[in-house]
């Protein structure tokens, strides 16, 4: 069951006696995630991906991968192409034959290898029934980042044709326990391409994204007590943020990188602070008898969402970062943790005790309508997608911890697992700038 400061009873369950770190830079995951996908959007794009021409086979099937991350959203229903019709980016297009199979656009194009073992990677990106293109690109890349590509061309698929930004390359992080062991693991949105930042003995907690993506900020207890890092993935390196007396926990960044909010027990009860990315500058943000914990940043960082106690039970508030009052946020039910913005600022995920069950929520910040949009019961968690369409949470099947993901209505679901691992804390990174 989640407990209030939001450390899942899991967490807390080995000694604290060392660390044992086997890479500070990134390396080979010995699992993937195993995603299984439920439900569809309302109303899906009809598409036909082709495979792309080629002369060999290349190391990656990148046409696949780009329908697979296209049926993932539950937004686009493909479209079979004939077997013997093998287009490139720049064949004809059959217009008529695509149009009475229902297919409302077409991807096609080539893949080819070149002398200095890298792939020259085309593809156009056709509107059927207004029979005209909409763009395409093309890329160089080395084998290594075929995978990549193939989400990069998601990317602009789901662009183009829904209007907003796809999140296909963007990366997730999470913690897996498999025994006495830790691991700090960021992969692709897919669950594909794991490495392993981090690995301990000790319970690592809290993992959250840099704006830029190049860093996680995280609780490790290898001091015998939670302990704030930050973590670069491109170096492998990482400083200490707050280790101060008493508890340090529950890390968030601001919009713009340059701060982080977190909470210390060093005065007493959990209150929330403030300090620059590096730990410098620290300025306490909350001053109460009760339990100020999880703080969350408005996406113009002008405010901290956050939990407390102050009303008798936990509900989250909401106060400015540069101090005042601050304002209750829920109202429904007695219990209602865990904040988390979205990406345009209208809505709130969280956690809500519901008939004695941890669910999932959205709040409509601005109507104040609150919507359950799960139906398990030992939720914890959340994190929004760049584009706010889909929510990652964790939760619990057949006593082991399990990510899913759902569509902001709640209408798509994946859920993503391993066979040997209680997989916990997801964090979604930002979308990436190539």
């Given at each position: ?29 010995h ?13 899906q ?8 021409a080629?002369?060999s ?6 046409s ?23 287009p ?26 070149l ?14 029934a ?11 890349a ?16 789901y ?22 062991r ?8 897919d669950g594909?391409?794991?490495q392993t ?27 015998r007590?939670?302990?704030i ?31 982080l ?34 703080p ?11 939990t ?5 039970g ?30 345009d600022?209208?809505s ?5 005790r ?9 709040l ?61 804390e ?9």
């Open positions: 069951m989640p407990s209030f400061n939001g450390i899942h009873a899991w967490k807390q369950s080995a000694r604290l006696f060392f660390l044992l770190v086997l890479s500070f830079v990134l390396t080979n995951a699992a993937q995630l195993r995603i299984e996908i439920s439900g569809v959007g309302s109303s794009f009809p598409i036909a991906i082709a495979d792309l080629s002369e086979a290349p190391p990656q099937d990148i696949a991968i780009v329908r697979s991350d296209l049926e993932r959203s539950g937004l686009f229903r493909m479209l079979p192409i004939a077997a013997d019709s093998r490139t980016e720049n064949s004809p297009v059959a217009y008529s034959s695509l149009k009475a199979a229902g297919a409302d656009a077409l991807m096609q194009g080539s893949i080819t290898r002398a200095n073992g890298k792939y020259d990677v085309r593809f156009a990106l056709f509107d059927i207004k029979q005209v293109s909409l763009g395409g690109q093309t890329v160089t080395p084998p290594e980042q075929l995978r990549q590509t193939a989400h990069a061309i998601s990317d602009f698929i662009q183009k044709l829904t209007g907003e930004p796809g999140v296909f390359s963007t990366r997730i992080a999470y913690v897996t326990k498999n025994g006495s830790y691991d700090l693991i960021v992969a692709d949105a594909e391409s794991a930042a981090l690995t301990s003995r000790e319970p690592i907690i809290s993992p959250t994204w840099s704006p830029d993506g190049t860093r996680v900020a995280y609780v490790s207890f290898e001091s007590k939670p302990v890092y930050i973590h670069s993935l491109p170096t492998g390196q990482r400083i200490t943020v707050a280790n101060y007396k008493g508890n340090n926990s529950a890390p968030a960044w601001s919009p713009d990188g340059g701060k909010a977190f909470v210390l027990t060093r005065d007493g009860n959990s209150q929330i602070y403030l300090s620059n990315a590096d730990g410098s500058g620290l300025k306490r943000l909350t001053n109460t008898s009760g339990i100020e914990t999880e969350a940043f408005s996406k113009d960082g002008g405010s901290i969402y956050f407390s106690d102050r009303s008798g936990p509900q989250i508030y909401v106060m400015p970062i540069d101090g005042g009052a601050a304002k209750r946020v829920t109202f429904s039910g007695t219990y209602n943790i865990s904040p988390r913005v979205s990406p600022n209208k709130l995920a969280f956690i809500a519901r008939d004695g069950q941890f669910r999932l929520a959205v409509d910040l601005q109507s104040g309508e609150e919507r359950l949009l799960t139906n398990t019961s030992r939720d914890e968690s959340p994190s929004f997608s760049a584009n706010g369409r889909m929510i990652m949470y964790a939760t619990e099947q057949g006593g082991k911890g399990v990510l899913s993901i759902t569509s902001f209505d709640g209408k798509v679901r994946q859920k993503l697992s391993m066979s040997a691992s209680d997989v916990r997801p964090t979604w990174g930002p979308l990436l700038k190539f």
